[in-house]
């Protein structure tokens, strides 16, 4: 019995390896006899791309380690055409994802200038030609990149469908049908559709512009996977980091990243980057590109013929073997306060509408006693990461808030200028912080002048302020005094003085930044004028040609008050590596001047903005402060049918300086009511920032 079992059961375990053994040579066969021919094929026709893959950029951090721009990681779609097939089956793979992105409601890149719906119309004025109006008035015309590619392509010169000299945007859309082969059983809006990303390929492939074709960005993993399952060659999926904003302010200072631009292209060729690249294109992002955009790394790529991805591999360098992946850029850690900066924004924006009818426009800098920007705030202002959504409504507002006021505003300082003209003329010996000048209300010097000018005192009251010394004068803001002193300094030593303080001068500033000028012969030289030597009494009251931004101010004033060292302003703190491990540069405050002023003098200046904050106009303001300040308003004429500007400049402890501030409110009117801004601020500076949010230690980083 035994026996049977045993022969049975090996009967049972041949017939199973024989069924076996036939089922692997059917495979074998099928594989090299049935389809040895496609699988030979499919080994050996494969595509291999060389591909440049971005660097994560640096964070930037404010001075505390608070993260003001971070990463995050996305999807996005690109196209690659020559792994389409031919012209019907790439346009069978784009209509199939265009049909995927309506389904799924996915946006996609299309800035072909005609609506997407019939009947079709263009959607900007002048599609064909751009016109540009320079400050003297003369036009310059270019054709627009849809002018630059139907050259290329010959749209008017094709037998069918010939485009004609001025068309309209039907019979684009018509010629560019024709020119890409597009199925004429396809509906209008589809066809539309699919002109619309041709165009885009097509301007890349002509080299009219050469950024990067982004077919849609930032979607989510839903879409990325049912664009995977589809299979669609051509259609790649690329992880990619983009900028975050963890804050809403300081905007201006921060700035934005972008492609690659035609006319920035040569440029940054020169300097190694790819086409594609992403780059700094203002603020903070720009000034600092160098560190925070990271090493790209280099991808191998390898496609079957169906377009698909066989395999990844960074490129490794044949000669040290280095494996090229992308090493993420440096952290730069700012002088920049974002909670300072917050209030600052904030107080702006309660203050500056409804100071008068006409104030809406303002700005204000806080910087410490060696130039490092504290906050420079612009209003009106915008929310950085909206920036590229709302651009078009942003350049069309006309209270211009894109426009960075705090660092390229110019603005007649007004009486805020009359501290450096004291000490000029204190330092040259032409006043003594003693001698006291009379106020006669109108200033007599030049009796010919048929209109002569008056304080403001006089002016508004009828009064004068009768015999004055330096620090009085600065207090009362007495015309009169400084008419007398300007005279007696002289254009030349007023326009040295002035100079010494930083006015009219770049302040250093890692970001753009205006110049401006200060009044003076060679002033009035650059604009066309005569220079007469009675317009040096109104230099000396910041009027005529004098122009000075709002960090200028900020940085004369701290100059003033720390014993007369002239900062460079800066916004960079530190620079750090990409894990913070490592400091890689730590700023050194940099000094443009030793100005070498004789320090009763300063003290003198000093003392006339200290009565000021707590004798004067704008006593009421500053009473109440954990700390006493030093201030000097100032209103400066616009013209003769417009408020005039308003403007405040401050520091503070008066005793041991730590921070300077300068304030303008266009159109604001009396710089008295500035001072309302001005508190707001210096409070939480000194005392509400500790309540709030004051991190135990500088340099702390602090998610």
Not at 662 to 679: D, N, R, Y
Request: glycine content about 8%.
């Amino acid at each position: 019995m035994d026996g049977k079992r045993f022969a049975a059961r090996s009967r049972v375990v041949v017939i199973a390896l024989l069924a076996v053994l036939t089922a692997f040579a059917g495979v074998l066969y099928d594989l090299q006899v049935v389809n040895g021919s496609y699988y030979l094929e499919q080994s050996t026709k494969k595509i291999v791309n060389t591909e440049t893959v971005q660097a994560a950029r640096g964070e930037v951090l404010d001075r505390y380690g608070r993260v003001l721009i971070s990463n995050r990681v996305t999807y996005q779609v690109t196209l690659d055409t020559k792994l389409m097939g031919d012209i019907q089956g790439r346009n069978n793979t784009v209509l199939a994802l265009l049909k995927l992105c309506e389904e799924r409601n996915v946006d996609w890149a299309d800035n072909l200038p005609v609506t997407m719906t019939a009947p079709f119309q263009y959607t900007v004025e002048s599609p064909f030609e751009t016109v540009r109006v320079a400050e003297d008035g003369t036009e310059t015309r270019s054709p627009t990149q849809l002018a630059r590619l139907v050259e290329l392509l010959k749209l008017r010169q094709q037998k069918n469908d010939p485009l004609p000299a001025e068309p309209t945007a039907e019979e684009l859309i018509t010629s560019l049908r024709t020119y890409f082969e597009v199925d004429e059983n396809l509906s209008r809006g589809e066809g539309r559709g699919l002109v619309g990303v041709l165009y885009e390929l097509a301007l890349r492939s002509w080299e009219v512009t050469y950024s990067n074709y982004v077919f849609t960005k930032d979607v989510d993993i839903g879409f990325i996977t049912v664009v995977k399952e589809r299979g669609l060659a051509g259609v790649k999926i690329d992880t990619v980091t983009v900028r975050e904003f963890n804050t809403q302010y300081a905007a201006h200072l921060l700035g934005q990243v972008g492609s690659v631009s035609f006319a920035e292209w040569p440029d940054y060729q020169a300097l190694g980057y790819s086409m594609d690249a992403i780059v700094g294109k203002f603020g903070v992002e720009q000034a600092f590109e160098e560190v925070l955009r990271g090493t790209a790394g280099t991808k191998m790529v390898e496609y079957n013929q169906n377009g698909k991805i066989t395999s990844e591999s960074w490129y490794a360098n044949e000669t040290t073997g280095e494996i090229l992946a992308p090493e993420p850029g440096n952290n730069v850690m700012l002088t920049l306060d974002i909670r300072l900066q917050e209030v600052v924004e904030q107080a702006l924006e309660r203050y500056v509408p409804g100071m008068t009818e006409e104030s809406e426009k303002g700005a204000c800098v806080v910087v410490d006693m060696t130039g490092g920007v504290l906050a420079a705030a612009t209003y009106p202002s915008y929310d950085p990461a909206e920036y590229y959504t709302n651009y078009n409504a942003l350049l069309a507002d006309e209270k211009s808030p894109l426009y960075n006021r705090a660092l390229q505003g110019l603005y007649p300082p007004g009486s805020t200028i009359k501290m450096a003209v004291a000490a000029g003329a204190l330092e040259e010996g032409v006043i003594t912080r003693s001698e006291k000048i009379l106020d006669t209300g109108r200033y007599k010097h030049y009796d010919r002048i048929q209109d002569q000018p008056m304080c403001w005192y006089y002016r508004q009251y009828g009064q004068t302020h009768g015999y004055e010394n330096v620090s009085e004068a600065i207090r009362d803001s007495c015309n009169v005094y400084f008419y007398e002193t300007g005279i007696r300094l002289g254009i030349e030593r007023l326009d040295k003085y002035a100079a010494m303080f930083g006015l009219g001068e770049l302040t250093g500033l890692e970001l753009y930044e205006a110049q401006g000028e200060v009044a003076g012969p060679k002033s009035s030289e650059r604009h066309g004028q005569t220079w007469y030597e009675g317009e040096t009494m109104y230099a000396a009251i910041g009027q005529g040609n004098t122009q000075v931004t709002p960090i200028q101010l900020a940085n004369y004033i701290a100059t003033l008050v720390n014993g007369g060292t002239h900062y460079e302003t800066h916004l960079l703190q530190a620079v750090k590596s990409s894990d913070f491990s490592e400091m890689v540069e730590e700023y050194a405050p940099r000094t443009r001047d030793e100005l070498d002023l004789n320090k009763d003098n300063m003290e003198a200046v000093k003392y006339g903005m200290y009565m000021v904050a707590n004798e004067g106009s704008a006593a009421s303001y500053f009473r109440d402060l954990p700390v006493k300040v030093g201030a000097k308003t100032g209103t400066a004429q616009v013209s003769a049918n417009t408020e005039a500007h308003a403007l405040l400049v401050a520091f503070a402890p008066y005793e041991d300086p730590e921070i300077a501030v300068a304030i303008v409110v266009e159109h604001g009117g009396s710089g008295t009511l500035v001072a309302a801004i001005a508190a707001d601020i210096l409070d939480y500076y000194f005392s509400a920032r500790d309540a709030m949010d004051a991190p135990a230690a500088e340099n702390t980083l602090v998610k």
